[in-house]
Structure formats: C-alpha cells, structure tokens
C-alpha cells in the first residue's frame, strides 16, 4: 500500500469514529449498555472493543507489539457455535513466520 492509501484509511477511521460516536451519544446509559446480542453484547461493550482496536493499531503503528479481534462474521460464527480463533491480521503474519 503507499503512504496515500494509508492517509486514507486512518481519514476513513476519524470520520466514521466521529459519525459513530455523535450517534452512539444520543442513547441514555442504559440504552447503550443494553444487551443486544452481539458479540460484545451492547453498543457500550462495541465501543469499548472499538477504541481499544484503534489504540492497538495505533500502537502498530508506533512500533509496539500488541494482539487484537474482527467484526460481525466471528460473531455470527460464534452464535451458530462455530469458533474460527485469533482473526487478527498479525495473528497471520505470525504463524506465516
């Protein structure tokens, strides 16, 4: 990928963050940590998972080694009791060596 393309996803990240996050703050604290069935149960739990996804990759990005998770595929996995492990890109580079 070039330096562009990067430039992209990371402008791509914010603008969704922002979107995401202006919504998600119009639910009271008890709509947005009710359990819906997800994979991280609620709104609140997906937030979480999302800043902490984007510290990890920061991290990446700065040069620090950390582990992380994928979206609603491995959840609906999971529910038919299916449970497909690490999906974590780095998890991959890993085990290619």
């Keep these: ?6 430039c992209a996803l ?8 922002e ?5 998600a703050s119009t639910l009271g604290d008890e709509e947005r940590k009710r359990d819906r069935g997800a994979f991280f149960k609620s709104i609140h739990g997906t937030l979480n998972h999302l800043l902490v996804a984007d510290r990890i990759w920061l991290g ?3 040069g620090m080694v950390l582990e992380g998770h994928r979206g609603q595929v491995t959840t609906l996995l999971i529910q ?3 449970d ?13 060596g």
Excluded at 10 to 17: D, E, F, L, P
Excluded at 84 to 96: H, I, K, S, Y
């Design 80 to 82: 038919a009791g299916r």
């Design 10 to 17: 990371a402008r791509y990240n914010r603008w969704m963050n």
């Design 1 to 6: 990928m070039t330096p562009d393309a990067y």
């Design 60 to 62: 990446r990005l700065e």
């Design 84 to 96: 497909p492990g690490v999906t974590d890109l780095f998890a991959m580079l890993r085990e290619e």
């Design 19 to 23: 979107k995401i996050y202006a919504v």
